[in-house]
């Protein structure tokens, strides 16, 4: 089938085939991208949702935090940020509405959301950061705040809140695993249709590839045969022709081209025959002619090739005879003026070596300055590099300094804040022994009271024995007391004790961190009138730098000039030598000339 159709359309069906198939494997993999693509969104979209989930449970966090530290210490800087925070809260909320609006189910969660967040803080956080802000001058505040029913309805509100939020993120992280492994299933499918289609398209590709080069190498290998034979020497060779393509027709024409050749070659052999006569009578007066003797005669005529060839021959043999005998007469002026310019140029050429030995001279005295020049250019450069060097470097040092002048500064405040805290603990240690003394003074009293009441149960008799029981039992648990008082006292004074020592430690750490403040200071001016000196050195290297360069240049110029000149010096010497040797090849040839020349005879 494929003999009958021409090479063009065996072409375009095999790559047809090809491209066919990859437009197959190409649409498939193409269904299978889109579908990775749209898994891959709904990938994002679960992690955005479950981002905006995470900030939402971290600003509620962060609220929380900020109003408990409110709480404690009732300082306003606490709560400074919660509005932000509240604003932060609603928009991540709104954010995640829009993120679900594709999921009923998580839309509604975060829908249910947006009132709790609202309700928590309109009905609990700022009802409760007004009442911390009522108690503000309140003895402790802070176990009042613990108690309020408020606080516990906040905590109730941010359970619910946490609850949604959970409840959202675990539905989305089940979506996440679905997707996941729906995923993995488009990968492992894209994969399976690329090496698939892959195989099969190599595999067409070669079977399509054998049955093109059988069909085009066949009627090639014919054609190169029937060449070869024929190159041998066998004219009755003709192609075999197989095929109605392109290359049948060229067997066609081939076997056309063969036979008119072989009808040629007979047609010639007998036309050289006849040239064969001419052209040796020819040759007879040729040879007289290459050994000298031009009294031969052309005696072949005609319209023909050898005809024409036997009248030019014989124009030629009188033109070189009158030539031949001009050459000789300007034979003898050549020889005469070709040793007049000798001379000439031998004294020129004298005169052009002098030139070019001075020249060289010259210019190795102009490459050692600029080498010297060179290198002291270079000395300049290393120390204008040194000098940028130690510039930025106590440059650097002095920041470094300056920087742990501030960390110093730092370690001085931390310090004595924590003096502060420390002398804040004395004090409440201080206020806690005068509470003890309170308590152990109450203990004695009720210790008083009881042994009192013990006397009375014993005046009473039978009817107050059960009164002395209880009175004894109040007097051991006042022992009790004062003994517990007495172990909280004596540990007080201990932490007392310990807090003192730690205050004059601080005090001491203090004083030396001021000390070696001021030393770094003191070391941080010295450097600055270290690079003050070594700066006004930069701009004098420079100057010198450039003064050096300039002399660089020059020399380099000089030498540029020298070599040019020692260049053209040597060119004109050669040029010299060069008419010199010309003059001499003049010379000889003039001499060759004549010696040839007198060989001729002209005359019959």
């Known amino acids: 089938m494929l003999n009958n159709l021409s090479i063009k359309k065996k072409l375009y069906a095999g790559f047809g085939a090809i491209l066919v198939i990859l437009l197959v494997l ?9 579908r990775l693509s749209e898994a891959n969104r709904l990938d994002k979209h679960t992690m955005e949702v479950m981002l905006e989930a995470d900030r939402i449970e971290n600003i509620a966090l962060e609220i929380q935090a900020a109003a408990r530290g409110y709480f404690l210490h009732g300082k306003e800087a606490d709560v400074a940020n919660i509005p932000q925070l509240e604003r932060s809260l609603q928009g991540h909320v709104a954010k995640a509405i829009a993120l679900t609006a594709d999921n009923p189910l998580q839309n509604s969660r975060f829908r249910q959301l947006e009132p709790m967040t609202r309700d928590w ?27 309020s029913e408020l606080l516990k309805g906040a905590f109730l509100a941010i359970d619910n809140m946490n609850q949604v939020i959970d409840a959202a993120s675990a ?38 590839a054998y049955l093109l080069v059988n069909a085009l190498t066949t009627p090639l290998n014919q054609l190169t045969h029937t060449v070869s034979r024929i190159a041998a020497g066998d004219q009755s060779a003709r192609v075999q022709i197989t095929s109605s393509d392109e290359l049948g027709q060229v067997g066609y024409a081939f076997n056309d081209m063969a036979q008119a050749i072989q009808d040629n070659l007979q047609r010639e052999i007998s036309a050289a025959n006849t040239l064969r006569t001419k052209v040796d009578a020819l040759l007879v007066t040729v040879s007289q002619a ?17 005809g024409r060839l036997g009248h030019g021959l014989a124009t030629m043999f009188d033109n070189l005879r009158t030539l031949i005998y001009n050459v000789q007469k300007a034979g003898i002026q050549v020889t005469t003026s070709a040793t007049e310019i000798a001379a000439s140029a031998k004294q020129q050429e004298a005169t052009g070596v002098e030139q070019a030995q001075t020249s060289v001279e010259i210019l190795s005295t102009t490459k050692e300055i600029a080498s010297n020049t060179q290198q002291l250019l270079k000395t300049m450069e290393d120390a204008t590099a040194v000098a940028d060097y130690t510039t930025s470097a106590t440059a650097e040092a002095q920041d470094n300094l300056q920087r742990m002048d501030q960390t110093m500064q730092h370690m ?26 309170t308590i152990t ?45 007495w172990d909280i006292e004596q540990m007080l004074k201990e932490m007392q004790s310990a807090v003192s020592a730690s205050v004059m430690g601080m005090d001491k750490f203090s004083e030396e961190i001021r000390r070696s403040v001021t030393e770094v200071r003191r070391v941080v001016e010295q450097l600055s009138g270290v690079m003050g000196q070594v700066q006004t050195l930069a701009p004098q290297f420079d100057v010198v730098l450039q003064g050096m360069q300039s002399q660089a240049v020059g020399a380099q110029q000089i030498t540029e000039t020298m070599m040019q000149l020692n260049d053209a010096t040597q060119q004109t010497v050669d040029s010299l030598k060069s008419t010199s040797e010309a003059v001499r090849q003049l010379q000889f040839a003039a001499g060759d000339l004549q010696s040839s020349v007198t060989s001729f005879a002209v005359n019959a």
């Not at 009375?456 to 009175?471: L, M, T």
């Open 121 to 147: 803080i309109n009905d609990h956080l700022q009802k409760l950061l007004a009442q911390r802000r009522a108690l503000a001058d309140a003895p402790y505040p802070a176990d009042q705040m613990a108690r």
């Open 412 to 437: 001085v405040s931390a310090t004595d804040s924590i003096n502060a805290k420390l002398a804040a603990l004395s004090e409440k240690a201080s206020n806690i022994n005068s509470v003890l003394a």
């Open 171 to 208: 539905e989305e992280a089940r979506l996440s695993g679905l997707r996941a492994n729906n995923t993995a299933q488009l990968r492992d499918t894209m994969l399976l249709v690329l090496a698939g289609g892959g195989a099969l398209c190599i595999v067409l590709a070669a079977g399509i």
């Open 441 to 485: 003074k109450v203990a004695d009293q009720t210790n008083i009271l009881s042994l009192n009441a013990a006397i009375e149960a014993e005046k009473a008799g039978e009817a107050g024995r059960g009164f002395s029981v209880v009175a004894t039992e109040i007097r051991r648990l006042a022992d009790q007391t004062s003994v517990s008082t």
């Open 26 to 34: 190409l649409a498939t993999a193409y269904d299978n991208f889109i």
């Open 290 to 306: 290459a050994s000298g003797d031009l009294t031969g005669k052309v005696s072949v005529g005609g319209d023909d090739a050898i």
